[in-house]
């Protein structure tokens, strides 16, 4: 996921830097509301992935790492 996707799921605007602090509420806030467990039986299925969803954008961001590796280049490493 790259982190422009991850800080919009998380409702952040566009081109915004948020700080490790806001972005760890947002992802709570978001957690709460979709979590899967709150919705009735037919609906659990679609809160599950946007639960996953909100879940990968948090592990995106949390680190504070917005670079390279989330803009969809690569580091590679020699053996």
Known sequence: MR???????????????PSRSEVKAAYRKMVMESHPDRFPEH?????????KEISEAYSCLKDGR???RMEGEFEFKKF
Not at 3 to 17: D, H, I, K
Not at 43 to 51: G, I, Y
């Open 3 to 17: 982190s422009s996707e991850a800080m919009e799921l998380l409702g952040f605007p566009p081109y915004s830097r």
């Open 43 to 51: 609906l659990k299925s679609q809160a599950e992935s946007k639960f």
């Open 66 to 68: 917005r670079g390279s």
